[in-house]
């Protein structure tokens, strides 16, 4: 779990609207952590969110649920997420065996995105993590 938070703030040194419906009226504390854009060889792919709750905003966002919200910029493949995602976390220390473990539910969980969509990753600490797919299309 630890290699898939530092995943989540590794992705998330790369600005969003705002954080999805469901997951503000849940919870109205949640803060924007920092953001910024994510291009390779000049071509913008996501803009990345990292949203806290709480005092999470005023120390170490760790021990406290998180979200990493991506807003697509261009169309990819589920598979394509899927091999980069474990590809990072392969980068980032993660053993072989949780990437295998981790791939098949990286592939049930990421959809194939469109320009205009999102991913949210919500970060449970001590229990796991959950993803929203709120759709932006026109």
């Not at 000049?42 to 966002?61: H, K, M, Q």
């Amino acid at each position: 779990m630890k290699t898939l938070l530092a995943f989540i703030m590794f992705v998330a040194s790369t600005a969003a609207s705002a954080l999805p419906e469901e997951l503000r009226s849940s919870d109205p504390g949640w803060r924007q952590w920092g953001s910024g854009e994510m291009s390779w060889f000049g071509i913008a792919l996501y803009r990345a969110t990292f949203w806290v709750r709480g005092e999470a905003a005023d120390n170490s966002p760790a021990n406290w649920p998180s979200a990493l919200q991506l807003d697509y910029r261009r169309d990819i493949a589920r598979e394509r997420l899927v091999d980069t995602s474990i590809d990072e976390m392969r980068r980032l220390g993660a053993s072989e065996a949780q990437l295998e473990r981790w791939r098949p539910e990286l592939q049930r969980v990421f959809p194939d995105v469109r320009e205009g969509d999102s991913i949210v990753g919500l970060h449970h600490p001590g229990r796991g993590a959950s993803f929203y797919h709120p759709k932006n299309r026109s």
